[in-house]
């Protein structure tokens, strides 16, 4: 999958570390993971981000930038960002904008496209930012609310791409 495929020219609120406003083009690194979030209860999405924020300065240390994308309102990403204190950007995608971007998976058909929380199921996005051109690099399609990429597997990823 390349870039050609996508747009990665949103710009979303965001309500944690970095800028108020952020889209790819504004990311200070050479790799950003984005992680498409079911929405605000879920539970698995809850325990990702915390897992994510423990390793996170393993991400950093690679030049990597993880975004979450929780397609909700501010005012509750906000709320997750008061919970978790995360050091890395959360932005609130309440059209779920950049899940349709990307063709994040959902459940139940048109039954689940209405509703996130039956429907949306969590997406990994991989994009190299060192080149002119952004370049999706690897996607993790989730089929279920707990199929996630493990940690360990995506700063891999990273270390090859970076070799």
Partial sequence: MSASTHTLDF???NVAAGPDVLSPATVDADFLLLLLQRDYYCKVCRRQVQSM???YDEFESRDAE?????????ERAEKWQRSYDL?????ADPG???????DQPTRFGALGKLHDM???MPEAVLVDLRG??????YTHRGSSPSDRP??????????????
């Avoid at 779920?96 to 990307?102: L, N, P, S, Y």
Wanted: glycine share 4%; proline share 14%; no cysteine.
């Fill in 11 to 13: 710009e979303l609120p």
């Fill in 53 to 55: 924020k423990r390793r």
């Fill in 66 to 74: 993880v975004v979450s994308v929780l397609p909700d309102p501010p």
């Fill in 87 to 91: 050091p890395f950007p959360l932005l």
């Fill in 96 to 102: 779920a904008d950049v899940g349709d971007e990307f």
């Fill in 118 to 120: 039956v429907g949306r």
């Fill in 132 to 137: 002119d051109d952004p370049d999706v690099t």
């Fill in 150 to 163: 493990e940690i360990d597997d995506l700063l891999k990823r990273i270390d090859r791409l970076a070799s």
